[in-house]
């Protein structure tokens, strides 16, 4: 565990008007370990938020593939795992490390401040951060190190805890945070969180106080409502869940209502400084398309959410997809099919023709731009939505669509959990996302349609599908499809990792068991596993725990081994 747990202490970062091009320039190592017990956590903080956000791509990627969101283009090989899901513990192995190298850079904030003293708010921040990351982690892997990381060379082996203790004190973290931003400031200047510490919310100037503690508050809180939907029907856990939903807010305003998204000065002038997810599925700085990009296609699984083959959605699909609105001729699984675009594949299809991927991936669809760029003049980009925005774009933590879908389960009846009209919340996630998918890198909506509109022609064009037309439902069953079904839709190459565990969770988006048809699963043709829906049910720890952390990682679990919330096959 040298590498994962021994603390890492950021010292290279200088935190002035340039501490964004700081902390994003790769060529200046800040995670390089030092004696340096001097460094301020007011340093740390801002790298542990970037960290953060850059492990978010590895979590996409996992559920892009196992989710149906991307399949294999053709012209490529070396596929493996990622069509059989037999993963060995060298897939998605980022994930954990990933994860914990954000992790240790929390823990020194914490470790270097209190509950009370002048630096509250960024002990507040850290540790609704890092329950952040734990929440994402134990949904990934169930037991994880908790109690006995950040310990150092203390103990360079810590314990995996249960799954439900990590998850009850990550709550209890969550909830100590919020008290700490309910309380003023101290009267000191080292309390204030300036801007450049604060890449997610802004920090806690004195004309941005109020909307920092409201902020940070609102994305613990939405943490907390995941953590307590997703453990609900766990036996283990079910009494905690009942005993800690009266800490819920009891209206919307106290959970996120816009998308929570970490923006440390990306730039486009630097291929370093790009946002990860352009640096995977787009051109670097010479303009020359990237691997990612040229090597994934869409699935027609995900395009029938938009095509017409479940639900009709072109506007989102113009958005988000290069080619959508021509025809093309897909050939999938042995049969020529055409329908509206972008060319796709279904996963573990490798017969000849099978088709490539396009210049820049195609989830940059360069719209609205009257032509679809390429190479640098695209890295340079201001005026694109969808998912792969610019070079500049930020990267989100959790969608204020996801926030609206979770309210919107939390309040039906049979879940109780917080009060609400669940029609309104599903009807406010749909907007959030087309919200969401309408911005520019900037954040500007820039849709030439409004919103308001853009979900009242999808409601009118979809009305008699019970997965749009929430109010034609008549049983919380079919709503809970209708909620997760949009939030799949919602998270689509975005937070994919979401889409695959509310599919353990619930099964929906509904499929097919063990059919092959490209619309009926998102399974991939070569699946190995015996599983009735032919699908992984998790991913393994990775190499280095069996490596380091032999007496304490879990043995026996298995890519079939289901995830403590995974709905019963």
């Known amino acids: 565990m040298r590498k994962i747990f ?6 290279a970062v200088i935190l002035s008007s340039s501490a964004c091009k700081k902390f994003l320039d790769v060529n200046e190592n800040p995670n390089n370990p030092t004696t340096d017990n001097q460094v301020s956590p007011t340093l740390v903080l801002p790298q542990a938020i970037v960290t953060s956000a850059a492990a978010m791509n590895n979590y996409d990627n996992v559920g892009a593939w196992t989710a149906g969101y991307k399949a294999n283009a053709g012209g490529y090989g070396g596929w493996g795992t990622v069509w059989t899901y037999d993963f060995t513990t060298g897939d998605y192995a980022s994930v954990f490390t990933g994860t914990f190298d954000a992790i240790n850079q929390l ?6 401040s209190t509950a009370s003293g002048p630096l509250k708010y960024h002990h507040a921040v850290a540790k609704i951060m890092r329950s952040f990351l734990y ?7 169930g037991d994880v190190p908790y109690s006995e990381v950040g310990k150092g060379l203390d103990n360079l082996a810590p314990k995996y805890d249960k799954y439900s203790d990590v998850y009850q004190a990550v709550f209890a973290d969550l909830t100590a945070a919020i008290d700490v931003l309910n309380t003023a400031p101290v009267t000191n200047v080292t309390t204030t969180v300036s801007a450049g510490q604060d890449p997610l919310f802004g920090g806690s100037a004195t004309a941005n106080l109020a909307n920092f503690q409201t902020k940070w508050k609102q994305f613990a809180n939405t943490i907390r409502l995941k953590m307590l939907i997703r453990a609900r029907n766990v036996s283990t856990l079910s009494a905690w869940v009942s005993t800690s939903k009266a800490s819920l807010p009891t209206t ?50 995900i395009l029938s959410f938009y095509n017409g083959g479940k639900l009709s959605d072109d506007v989102r699909g113009q958005m988000i997809y290069a080619s959508y609105g021509t025809n093309v001729n897909n050939n999938i699984n042995g049969n020529t099919i055409t329908f509206v675009g972008p060319s796709t594949n279904q996963l573990g299809y490798d017969t000849e023709p099978v088709k490539r991927g396009v210049a820049g991936s195609y989830w940059y669809s360069g719209k609205p731009r009257s032509s679809r760029p390429t190479g640098t003049d695209a890295n340079a980009a201001t005026d694109v939505a969808g998912v792969l925005k610019g070079a500049t774009m930020g990267t989100v933590l959790i969608l204020a669509a996801e926030s609206y879908f979770l309210q919107a389960e939390a309040a039906l009846p049979s879940v109780n959990l917080v009060a609400g ?9 749909i907007s959030a996302s087309y919200n969401y998918l309408g911005k520019n890198a900037a954040g500007t909506y820039i849709w030439a349609t409004p919103v308001t509109t853009l979900v009242t022609n999808y409601k009118a064009a979809n009305a008699t599908k019970l997965t749009v037309n929430f109010g034609a439902t008549t049983t919380d069953e079919q709503k809970l499809e209708a909620i997760i079904t949009q939030k799949y839709i919602a998270v689509n190459m975005i937070t994919s990792d979401e889409g695959w565990n509310e599919y353990r969770r619930t099964g929906y988006p509904r499929i097919v068991n063990g059919a092959t048809g ?48 995974a709905k019963p096959l």
């Open 135 to 141: 929440q994402k982690l134990v949904d990934q892997y």
């Open 107 to 112: 823990n020194y904030v914490i470790n270097n």
């Open 421 to 429: 009209n669940s029609s309104n919340l599903f009807d406010s996630g």
């Open 518 to 565: 490209q619309l009926e699963t998102f399974a991939s043709i070569k699946s190995a596993k015996a599983t009735a829906d032919k699908l992984p049910t998790r991913i393994l720890y990775p190499a280095i725990e069996f490596q380091v952390n032999t007496e304490n990682v879990p043995k026996g679990v298995t890519t079939t081994t289901p995830i403590f919330y």
């Open 6 to 11: 021994n603390i890492l202490i950021v010292g």
């Open 252 to 301: 919307s305003a106290g959970y996120l209502t816009d998308d929570a998204i970490v923006q440390p000065g990306y730039t486009s002038s630097n291929a370093n400084q790009f946002n990860p997810r352009w640096s995977v599925y787009a051109w670097n700085n010479a303009g020359a398309s990237l691997g990612s990009g040229l090597s994934n296609v869409p699935t027609p699984w």
